[in-house]
């Protein structure tokens, strides 16, 4: 048994053993060059440079206090919520299993090892296989599946930096609307206290004999109408509030925090040429979309190297049975030979030499190599050759429609930033200074007993509702722009200068 051993070993059996069973042991996933190569491309789209790494969890609530300990302004809220959001914290746990998955894709298959003993009826010495065996197609399949993973996991990190990008978007939107909301409610009390002057005029007249109780009591109408409005604008505020804290990642917080800063004034808009040469240079979804060609057409060449779907090489053993030698009676065995001789003689015994001659033409043990392998008569893959084939062109189909979804998401936002922006201008140089005029007019008439309280009361209804349709501009213009950012995949300058090309080339294999 031990000489057989030493063979095995000088065959290359048990070093083939010791590397295979190594290589698991070497294989380890590390995906942070993975999180902060997601952190670049985040801060490519967005500006943003302090980005969630889960390697940094326990230095976030000192990050989060000294962003929140004088206030927030827009950027530093988009700050928070890229650090703080638990949502998008748990997309880059999916980086890390992705990472995973490429480390699997290149491992080996164990190797198998088989043993078989079987006992001789009559007693002896028992039958011993032993057989090792090694899984082939991987040698030729692990490129073609580290590619795929590779493809997967870059999709990951698109897919996180995509996130990004629409989270930032989403809560510069929800701090615009707490902007809007909190000029609303500051417009609101301006409303209320502007009847509150009207009222304590309709007051004095009626004291004076000037006007009748009816105009107080209209006048009283309007203020309460106001002040209902006023309370209706306060708890929109509070709404926007809650809002944006549960994108910040604060709905629980018991940390204090306050949104400062005015609604943007925003420079002029860019042709819509150059919008979209942006776009076409920083969509992240034009990335993700060519990755997914690029993994269907790794799977097509996978799925065609799998018409052999396993090979396997080995070494096999063999020590076959040996029956028992039975006891040797000396006395009979004496007796036997002496009477075939005629007078007393010793039995025959074997030399030395003889029965060492004799072991040496027993066959003792069988070593060799073995291979294995499924012929692909009636299940060639076909079918599955056939389905990736499909998928490839599917994503082809599905990239270039994305360049054609990118241009008309560009023209849209385009068109509603440039509308809002158009509206704000007219409102501010032509409809709110003709009705203050009007207001101050009817004011003046009012005193001077030249109209009724109902011209006031309308001049001042209508310059309520002008102000609110300006704010409502003004918000929309500030909301119109960042989803225009949006659409251009992040920032509307020019951070990144690599256009989207066409998708890849189709290989023959695709093709056919």
């Known amino acids: 048994m031990l000489r057989t051993w030493r063979l095995a070993i000088s065959m290359g059996l048990l070093p083939g053993l010791f590397v295979t069973f190594g290589i698991p042991g070497c294989a380890t996933v590390d995906p942070q060059p993975d ?3 997601t952190s670049h491309l985040i801060n490519e789209h967005t500006g943003v440079d302090d980005v969630y790494d889960p390697a940094i969890d326990e230095m976030i609530d000192g990050k989060l206090n000294e962003l929140l300990a004088d206030g927030l302004t827009v950027d530093e809220a988009v700050r928070v919520t890229l650090l703080n959001n638990r949502s998008f914290q748990a997309l880059f746990q999916n980086i890390g299993a ?5 480390v699997q894709s290149g491992l080996l298959s164990n190797p198998s090892v088989s043993l078989l003993t079987q006992f001789p009826e009559g007693g002896g010495r028992m039958k011993l296989e032993i057989g090792f065996a090694q899984e082939l197609v991987d040698l030729w399949q692990i490129p073609v599946r580290k590619r795929i993973a590779q493809a997967q996991l870059d999709q990951m990190v698109l897919e ?18 707490l902007l809007a909301a909190r000029q609303a409610e500051a417009t609101g009390m301006k409303s209320v206290k502007l ?10 007249r009626f004291k004076a004999g000037e ?3 009816l105009d107080v009591d209209l006048v009283r109408s309007e203020l309460a109408h106001v002040e209902l409005a006023l309370l209706a604008l306060q708890r929109d505020r509070r709404l926007a509030e809650a809002a944006l804290a549960r994108v910040l990642g604060l709905s629980r917080s018991t940390k204090s925090w306050t949104l400062v800063g005015p609604l943007p004034q925003p420079e002029p808009l860019p042709d819509d040429t150059t919008l979209l040469t942006l776009a076409m240079t920083q969509r992240i979804d034009g990335q993700l979309a060519k990755s997914k060609v690029d993994a269907a057409e790794q799977q097509l060449r996978l799925e065609a190297l799998k018409v052999f ?9 063999e020590r076959p049975d040996r029956r028992a030698l039975p006891g040797r009676k000396i006395l009979a065995d004496t007796a ?6 005629g007078r007393l003689a010793a039995p025959d015994i074997q030399t030395r030499a003889e029965r060492a001659l004799e072991r040496r033409q027993i066959v003792d043990s069988l070593l060799g190599p073995s291979i294995t392998f499924t012929l692909p008569i009636w299940d060639q893959n076909q079918a599955q050759i056939a389905k990736a084939r499909f998928k490839v062109l599917q994503k082809r189909r599905e990239y270039e429609d994305l360049l054609d979804s990118v241009a008309h998401d560009v023209q849209d936002a385009s068109t509603i930033a440039r509308n809002a922006a158009a509206q704000v201008r007219y409102h501010e140089q032509k409809v709110l200074p003709l009705a203050e005029r009007n207001v101050d007019a009817a004011r003046l008439l009012y005193q001077a007993g030249e109209q009724g309280i109902l011209v006031l009361i309308e001049s001042q209804e209508l310059l309520i509702e002008q102000r609110r349709l300006y704010e409502d501009a003004v918000r929309d213009r500030a909301v119109a722009i960042a989803e225009l950012a949006a659409a251009v995949g992040g920032r509307l300058d020019p951070a990144i200068t690599e256009p989207m090309g066409p998708p890849p080339a189709t290989s023959a294999a695709a093709s056919e």
């Open 35 to 37: 999180f902060q190569h």
């Open 98 to 102: 992705s990472r995973a998955d490429v």
């Open 160 to 177: 996180v930096t995509q996130q990004a990008i629409s989270l930032a978007a989403d809560v510069k939107i929800k701090c615009y609307r």
């Open 195 to 204: 009847f509150r002057e009207s009222l304590d005029l309709a007051e004095q």
């Open 211 to 213: 006007s009748s109780q």
């Open 309 to 317: 779907p396993s090979v396997t090489a080995g070494v096999d053993f």
């Open 336 to 341: 036997r030979t002496s009477v075939r001789n």
